[in-house]
T-cell receptor, first 114, second 114 residues
């Protein structure tokens, strides 16, 4: 079964450093998402991406965050200057259809900011 | 305020029993509803989707939807220890939620003891 692949699985970074989280969505999917989950809390939407642009973003997705699809396969989330409160699991997801259809989530990247 | 609420649990049932998980949502116009299972440290995995009022059965899982009451539930029959996980209710809220933004509840932690 097709998978969404995320790398790295775990990243430790110092506060103030830039991090890039990488995702390879399912190849024929058109809609891409980032979510995060702080330990013990809800899964929270960050951003959706379609047709090479952001289609929706949450209040969490401030100027420190950016997304990019640099080629036909990768989808990245960049955090420019990490804060302690950015420590969380970050999940990439992709979907093949319009509106809310069957998401496929990646296995996640655990980001630890120290 | 867009909200998805779940009975917080934790819920503990013996093997073979029925586990009942509940979820309410704030937007009367929501059209699709999802139940995800999340093992500790892992990504959410879709187990059920429901779009119409009534019951939808898939193996040991039954989703129940009542749009008038803004209520969706998940029943797990013949619970197994492998069902022990956190169950997340997810709903796209708001008319503008095209292109896939999901709102998640906090989840209900289920433990099935042998």
């Amino acid at each position: 079964e097709p998978e969404v692949t995320q790398t790295p699985s775990h990243q430790v970074t110092q506060m103030g450093q830039e991090v890039i989280l990488r995702c390879v969505p399912i190849s024929n999917h058109l809609y891409f998402y980032w979510y995060r989950q702080i330990l013990g809390q809800k899964v929270e939407f960050l951003v959706s991406f379609y047709n090479n642009e952001i289609s929706e973003k949450s209040e969490i997705f401030d100027d420190q965050f950016s997304v990019e699809r640099p080629d036909g396969s990768n989808f990245t989330l960049k955090i420019r200057s990490t804060k302690l409160e950015d420590s969380a699991m970050y999940f990439c997801a992709s979907s093949g259809g319009t509106a809310v259809k069957r998401y496929t989530f990646g296995s996640g990247t655990r980001l630890t900011v120290v | 305020q867009k909200e998805v609420e779940q009975n917080s649990g934790p819920l503990s049932v013996p093997e073979g029993a029925i586990a009942s998980l509940n979820c309410t949502y704030s937007d009367r116009g929501s059209q699709s509803f999802f139940w995800y299972r999340q093992y500790s440290g892992k990504s959410p995995e879709l187990i059920m989707s429901i779009y119409s009022n009534g019951d939808k059965e898939d193996g040991r899982f039954t989703a129940q939807l009542n749009k008038a009451s803004q209520y969706v539930s998940l029943l797990i029959r013949d619970s197994q220890p492998s069902d022990s996980a956190t169950y997340l209710c997810a709903v796209p809220l708001g008319r503008g939620s095209t292109l896939g933004r999901l709102y998640f509840g906090r989840g209900t932690q289920l433990t099935v003891w042998p």
